[in-house]
């Protein structure tokens, strides 16, 4: 059984930063590809970030330059490194895991149905 247990949520002013991880059980992560996403309230969840080895490193535009994904094999752990915050990453924030054992290219690595594993969410609040 494969879960997925984000941290590393929290309340910060804008500008500030935040690291979320995710720990993986019953997956391993690095053969695959895994994701950030968000969702934010009346509005669609939105992917953020993906890596793996099965896709490339990928950023939604409007977090390109500010969040940083990457992953430690050795903690099955990934992890999304969030600076420069705004009050539009407001937010729950998930991670995902998929299981396609082909390599998925384009804007798959940021769209939910590439992934079949998530996690709980981890809230992010960006106020002053």
């Known amino acids: 059984q494969v879960q997925l247990v984000e941290s590393g949520g929290g309340s910060v002013r804008p500008g500030g930063s935040l690291r979320l991880s995710c720990t993986a059980f019953?997956?391993?992560?690095?053969?695959?590809?895994m994701g950030w996403f968000r969702q934010a309230p009346g509005k669609e969840r939105e992917g953020v970030a993906a890596?793996?080895?099965?896709?490339?490193?990928t950023y939604a535009d409007s977090v390109k330059g500010r969040f940083t994904i990457s992953q430690d094999t050795s903690k099955n752990t990934l992890y999304l490194q969030m600076n420069s915050l705004k009050p539009e990453d407001t937010a729950m924030y998930y991670c995902?895991?998929?299981?396609?054992?082909?390599?998925?290219?384009?804007?798959?690595?940021?769209?939910?149905?590439?992934?079949?594993?998530w996690g709980q969410g981890t809230q992010v609040t960006v106020s002053s």
């Open positions: 019953g997956y391993t992560i690095g053969n695959y590809c």
């Open positions: 995902a895991a998929g299981r396609r054992s082909y390599y998925i290219g384009g804007g798959l690595p940021l769209a939910a149905p590439s992934y079949d594993y």
């Open positions: 890596i793996g080895s099965l896709c490339s490193t």
